[in-house]
């Protein structure tokens, strides 16, 4: 008599699917969140890396990311038509967005985007 092992095949299909996709989050390596409730983003470009946010780890009081967009489907999910562009994420939701001018260089200011989440920070008491 044979067994029919036609269950443990569809079985470790489903393990196997479940594993690349695993495998394949976490193949860009980049996320967006950060361990503090206010995270600051920089999203830029390889290509633009001229152009970084040189203060972006200087601001207080936040998570800082910089994400390359060139690397995933950053650019789709949150709509970055310019590099670069820095969102102020509160609780995982945007809060403020700044983006670079037509030279690709951003106008902000590090006293703009901490006077932000100074707001930000009082608007929370």
Not at 27 to 47: K, M, R
Not at 66 to 82: A, L, P, T, Y
């Amino acid at each position: 008599m044979k067994k029919d092992y036609s269950i443990w095949k569809l079985f470790g299909g489903y393990i196997l699917i479940l594993l690349l996709m695993l495998i394949s989050n976490s193949a860009s390596g980049q996320s967006y969140t950060c361990d503090e409730d206010i995270c600051v983003v920089e999203f830029n470009a390889s290509w633009n890396s001229a152009n970084n946010v040189e203060w972006l780890h200087k601001l207080s009081d936040v998570g800082t990311k910089r994400i390359m967009i060139d690397k995933g489907d950053w650019q789709k999910e949150f709509s970055i038509v310019v590099t670069p562009t820095i969102i102020i994420f509160v609780n995982g939701k945007e809060s403020k967005r700044y983006q670079a001018n037509i030279m690709m260089q951003m106008e902000a200011k590090q006293t703009d985007v901490q006077d932000k989440i100074d707001e930000i920070i009082m608007e929370e008491f």
